[in-house]
């Protein structure tokens, strides 16, 4: 191993250890690729990429931030997540919530399944985790506590639906994938489709299955009287975010316009729908332009700080190394992808989303397409592994997001093996997307293909 292979290994392990100082991650990226790269000046360790504290090799990292900054595709963040924090004050997901419980609150686990259905639909228009589980939680979980459910089985469920915003379209994360992977953002939608519905369909039927089989963990509402007045109710619950959810993603699939393009679409929509349900007051705008700017300067940050890591960690030859060790390991290409996947699996327990995005994926992206994998394919198996770390502890965040607002009484100890079992389903999922590739392939090859 070379000097500077052996300044990529220390300065990998050096980011691992500085993650649990609690200090901003984006400081931690930056800082680490400034003092690597003085390091390998000092030492006289050649990068293998020109990379230096000359004017001359200083400028490329600053052409690389420019190029992230200047990418069309990125103005796609800030509006999505504009668009989510205000539907997520409209109120919508509160009539849903009404109009959904009368009709399945009769059967057992109903209410489960009720809040299960409505964090696919706001996973389809919001996409904020920490919304999601918050206003899930507020709006579900006294509602499923009350009426006898099992207390594992409703904080599993409202922590697991609450991160469905990260896979299914229009995805925050799947924005930032394709701008790491030089992919196209319509592609991995369209592979999300299809993801997103089996992780749904595997929820609905293990609290449908947890309720004949413990039906006092799960029970039934009385039943009401069902008529016109409460499908029609539901019917205009459903229907706004609905056709939101189709002129943002049926612009992207029909070729209408392209990410960014919708992403203005559907913040236009939300300003409509809030306007339409009296919720655009100036209160209201402050939070969500506040929460807005916030978020997208927490992201940009990191995006900013990885980039000039992802570049010293590549002068470095780090990347030449990690690929080395993958393609080393004693296994056929499924087996090698099976450890990356594994490996990704136990890093969520530590890392959040963002920093395996932006650090762990582009790195083993070239060793799993120079095997000759689908790049679609592959990033969405990533995706799908990712979204078990909001689960997973001591940095599982949908955990502590439903601890800050659950009622009194309900511990973190049972918040953590109600998730369990929704870990579990989505492990399942991750092995039936790995055997079936046509459920993430079939819909961008119809879309894209000849």
Wanted: hydrophobic share 60%; charged share 10%; with cysteine.
């Amino acid at each position: 191993m070379s000097g500077s292979e052996l300044l990529a290994v220390l300065m990998l392990v050096s980011f691992m250890a500085l993650v649990f100082s609690g200090f901003p991650i984006a400081w931690i990226l930056g800082g680490l690729a400034v003092v690597f790269t003085a390091l390998a000046i000092v030492l006289d360790v050649d990068f293998a990429v020109p990379i230096g504290l000359d004017w001359h090799y200083t400028s490329i990292t600053v052409d690389r931030i420019w190029n992230v900054m200047e990418n069309w595709v990125m103005v796609a963040l800030p509006m999505f997540v504009f668009m989510g924090l205000l539907l997520d004050r409209s109120g919508i997901a509160r009539d849903l919530m009404i109009g959904l419980a009368r009709l399945l609150g009769g059967v057992r686990g109903g209410l489960a399944v009720t809040v299960t259905l409505i964090g696919l639909l706001l996973a389809a228009t919001t996409g904020i985790i920490g919304a999601s589980v918050v206003l899930l939680a507020l709006l579900g979980l006294p509602v499923m506590l009350r009426q006898g459910y099992d207390p594992r089985l409703a904080a599993g469920t409202v922590c697991a639906v609450g991160t469905l915003g990260i896979l299914i379209p229009p995805s925050i994360m799947l924005v930032l994938m394709a701008e790491r992977m030089a992919m196209s953002v319509g592609d991995l939608f369209l592979g999300a489709v299809f993801p997103g519905a089996l992780l749904g369909v595997l929820y609905i039927l293990y609290i449908l299955g947890y309720g004949l089989l413990r039906p006092e963990g799960a029970p039934a509402a009385p039943r009401e009287t069902i008529d016109w007045r409460a499908v029609l109710d539901l019917f205009a619950a459903i229907l706004p975010p609905a056709l939101l959810i189709f002129a943002v993603l049926g612009s992207i699939f029909l070729g209408l316009a392209t990410p960014t393009e919708a992403a203005g679409v559907g913040a236009a929509g939300a300003l409509l729908l809030a306007w339409a349900k009296r919720q655009l007051g100036p209160g209201v705008m402050q939070e969500v332009l506040r929460e807005t700017t916030l978020t997208t300067a927490f992201i940009f940050a990191v995006l900013l700080g990885a980039t000039a890591f992802a570049l010293v960690l590549r002068g470095l030859g780090g990347d030449t190394l990690i690929e080395r060790t993958l393609l080393s390991l004693p296994f056929g290409p499924n087996g090698i992808l099976v450890c990356i996947l594994v490996a990704t699996f136990l890093l969520g327990f530590f890392l959040d989303w963002i920093e395996l995005t932006l650090i762990i994926l582009p790195l083993v992206a070239p060793v799993v397409i120079g095997l000759g994998f689908d790049p679609v394919w592959f990033t969405i198996l990533f995706a799908v592994c990712l979204q078990t770390s909001f689960l997973t502890p001591p940095v599982g965040f949908a955990i502590f997001y439903l601890k800050g607002v659950a009622p009194a009484g309900l511990n973190v100890t049972t918040i953590y093996r109600g998730v369990v079992p929704f870990i579990v389903l989505q492990l399942v999922a991750l092995v039936i997307l790995f055997h079936w590739r046509e459920l993430v392939t079939w819909l961008p090859a119809q879309a894209y293909g000849p």
